[in-house]
């Protein structure tokens, strides 16, 4: 009887990747008001899985908790996991789900306070190596691309290749940071679990989440 070939069932269809919003943080609590608003808006029209607050000077002192609170109930309102950059005492204070810390050294210092139900996530990782080593710490994402305080970041081409040697080899969520529509589509077919942007959504919330959304979801049915 001659042998049937072999059969070699398709790979499934990737999922197609969330967004990551990144909102820093206005100084004038009418700012904040209306940021959180825009947060809103955007959340009806794209998939959101998660938003970073960024306060950076803006959340200090007493009122820290209070100053974040309209971006925090934004978030949850649309479904997102909420996360602040750089705290995790003043995540869970202001009942955020998680903090987002830069390094190996600030995400295990963080990691205690933050199980065993907060979200901890990785990025300023520099290295390959870093990278290994936050998922090997506890991280449950790891982050590659993301802009500084100055809205400096590294070389785009530099991201893409973190994140395809990333989503080629390892477990925990990637996420990758876009400023434009064309970087959202190299990340997307590289691999990336999530796409994190800023402006690219948030200056233009109706057009910027239609766009998203035919992208990432066109990706997916790769």
Same mark, same amino acid.
């Given at each position: ?5 072999a ?6 269809a990737?999922?197609a ?6 909102v820093?943080?206005?100084e ?6 209306a ?7 955007a ?7 998660a ?6 000077a ?12 309209p971006l925090?109930?934004a978030?949850h309102?649309?479904g997102?996991a ?9 995540a869970?204070?202001?009942?955020a ?14 990691i ?8 901890a996530?990785? @990025?300023?990782?520099r &290295?390959?190596?870093?990278?290994m080593?936050?998922a *090997?710490? =506890? $991280? +449950? ?7 500084d ?7 785009f ?5 973190r994140?395809?040697?990333w ?8 996420? @990758?940071?876009?400023? &434009?529509l064309e970087?959202?589509d190299?990340?997307? *077919?590289? =691999? $990336? +679990?999530f796409i994190a942007?800023d402006t ?8 910027g989440a ?13």
């Amino acid at each position: 009887m001659a042998r049937s070939p072999a059969r070699h069932d398709p790979e499934p269809a990737r999922p197609a990747p969330r967004l990551y919003v990144l909102v820093s943080l206005p100084e004038a609590p009418a700012d904040v008001a209306a940021r959180a608003e825009v947060l809103r808006a955007a959340g009806q029209l794209a998939d959101i899985a998660a938003v970073l607050i960024r306060p950076g000077a803006a959340a200090q002192g007493d009122n820290a908790v209070a100053t974040l609170q309209p971006l925090v109930a934004a978030s949850h309102a649309i479904g997102a996991a909420c996360l602040v950059e750089g705290n995790a005492a003043l995540a869970g204070a202001a009942e955020a789900d998680g903090a987002h810390l830069d390094g190996i050294a600030a995400l295990k210092s963080a990691i205690p306070a933050l199980r065993p139900h907060g979200i901890a996530g990785a @990025g300023g990782l520099r &290295t390959k190596h870093d990278a290994m080593t936050a998922a *090997e710490s =506890g $991280a +449950d994402y790891v982050m590659f691309g993301e802009p500084d305080a100055a809205g400096r970041r590294q070389p785009f081409e530099a991201t893409l290749e973190r994140i395809e040697w990333w989503a080629q080899l390892f477990e925990p969520p990637c996420v @990758g940071y876009a400023r &434009t529509l064309e970087e959202v589509d190299a990340l997307v *077919e590289a =691999g $990336a +679990d999530f796409i994190a942007v800023d402006t690219l959504l948030l200056d233009a919330p109706q057009d910027g989440a239609h766009a998203l959304a035919e992208r990432l979801t066109a990706g997916g049915e790769t």
